[in-house]
């Protein structure tokens, strides 16, 4: 049988792999993303 410990690991590991899926990028402002993406040929 798991160890406590073993398990609660295990399940930090679940529930923090889970979590990664909801993360939400911080939006860009209107010049980060100009200058990110935008080029004046």
């Known amino acids: 049988m798991i160890s406590?410990?073993?398990r609660a690991?295990?399940?930090n590991?679940?529930?923090t792999n889970?979590?990664?899926a909801l993360h939400i990028p911080v939006p860009l402002t209107?010049?980060?993303w100009?200058?990110?993406y935008y080029y004046l040929p």
Do not use: H, M, P, S
Request: zero cysteines.
């Open 4 to 6: 406590g410990e073993r």
């Open 9 to 11: 690991n295990n399940a």
């Open 13 to 15: 590991r679940a529930i």
């Open 18 to 20: 889970g979590l990664i």
């Open 30 to 32: 209107t010049v980060q």
């Open 34 to 36: 100009a200058d990110k």
